[in-house]
């Protein structure tokens, strides 16, 4: 099991203080909170992609570029990235460069958002959101798989004799999360692809995420991939630990009773009992997060939303610390002891869908001909074949 922190990349206000971040301060503790992720052991560090206040992370391929760069076993990954309002073109681009710089220590969650606005931002329209994902991940597929690529589609201009550079690493794509929280088209989309399947998991009953991820389960044996226990699953969820659960209570109840997202609304322990968050003792997160294996069956990813809700840095690299100490360990010896050996693990690695590609062979390393001009002209394959 992988266990790791992701985070939405919030500017909120500290209602224990009525102070507000900067987002350059921001910005700092996101990197500040990765760091800690990989110290205390905690394999994956996740941020999301916004276009608009009061989130910073516009461009999460540079905050976890930069991450790479300070980090040695860490993986990163994305809790959005958006797949309708980008270009798949630049997807394919960004996301090739951050698995080069971060030597495939990374992979990538694909979403439609919950910002309306967003999309009349970047030219397109909220109504064809759902065919716009569809048509934007089967280029985005295509480009990483393809050397030259010829597209035409119903919401960008044709391509013809197009190459996304660079190639991913090693001619191996990276591995990729479809992430959706109501819609069966998305989890159908994850299975024909024999990709992972993503649950936000976070403001509804467990109940309500075991629908779609049945669904993706059951899609995922019917294309072949596997059996339906095997299909990668990944879940979030949110925690707040103390020694003592009253403890926890006290001192995240300011936090939750403002937090935009969930603030006003059901009590702390009505919100705890009913969804998946988990507010108490190391014990008793230990507990409610072993739950989630027993709706869901073996999963290979689990994320804990921390750093959200105003909640201060130092507050939450001390979560992290507690995670990493007394729940983290306890979690992987229970869940590995109740695993079925058939079912992966973790969500694969970089070095084996080398592996899988191209078992003991060494993997193709494309090396563009040198001085071939540009797309534009079109033409025929432009990589030397002479690395296969």
Do not use: C
């Amino acid at each position: 099991m992988e266990f790791g922190v992701f985070g939405v990349s919030d500017v909120t206000r500290d209602p224990t203080t009525g102070y507000t971040p900067s987002e350059a301060e921001r910005i700092k503790a996101s990197i500040a909170i990765a760091k800690k992720t990989e110290e205390v052991g905690m394999d994956v560090f996740a941020i999301g992609e916004h276009h608009n206040p009061p989130f910073f992370s516009s461009s999460p391929t540079t905050l976890l570029a930069y991450i790479a760069a300070q980090t040695k076993t860490l993986k990163l990954s994305t809790s959005t990235t958006l797949i309708t309002t980008n270009d798949p073109v630049r997807i394919a681009e960004e996301y090739a460069m951050l698995q080069h710089v971060s030597d495939g220590r990374m992979d990538l969650m694909l979403g439609r958002g919950n910002t309306a606005p967003v999309y009349p931002w970047f030219g397109k329209d909220i109504r064809s959101s759902l065919p716009l994902a569809l048509e934007n991940y089967n280029l985005l597929h295509r480009l990483w798989r393809e050397d030259v690529v010829n597209f035409n589609g119903n919401f960008r201009t044709p391509l013809q004799g197009f190459t996304s550079t660079p190639r991913p690493l090693d001619d191996v794509p990276p591995f990729v999360w479809h992430g959706s929280i109501r819609t069966p088209e998305i989890a159908e989309q994850a299975a024909y692809y024999g990709d992972g399947f993503f649950a936000n998991h976070i403001f509804w009953p467990s109940e309500h995420s075991k629908q779609l991820i049945d669904f993706y389960r059951q899609r995922y044996e019917y294309h072949g991939h596997g059996k339906a226990s095997q299909a990668i699953v990944g879940l979030g969820g949110q925690t707040f630990i103390a020694h003592k659960s009253q403890d926890a209570y006290a001192q995240f109840r300011p936090y939750f009773d403002n937090a935009p997202v969930y603030g006003h609304g059901p009590t702390l322990e009505q919100f705890s009992s009913q969804t998946p968050l988990s507010v108490g003792s190391p014990q008793e997160i230990i507990d409610k997060t072993l739950t989630f294996r027993e709706t869901f069956g073996d999963y290979q990813r689990q994320m804990f939303l921390i750093d959200h809700a105003g909640l201060p840095l130092e507050t939450v690299l001390e979560q992290i610390e507690l995670l990493g100490e007394y729940v983290i360990p306890v979690l992987r010896k229970e869940l590995a002891a109740k695993r079925d050996p058939e079912v992966p693990a973790t969500a694969p690695t970089h070095a084996q869908l080398i592996k899988a590609k191209y078992g003991d062979e060494p993997p193709r390393q494309p090396r563009p001909r040198a001085n071939r001009g540009d797309n534009v002209t079109g033409g025929s394959p432009y990589l030397d074949t002479s690395s296969k």
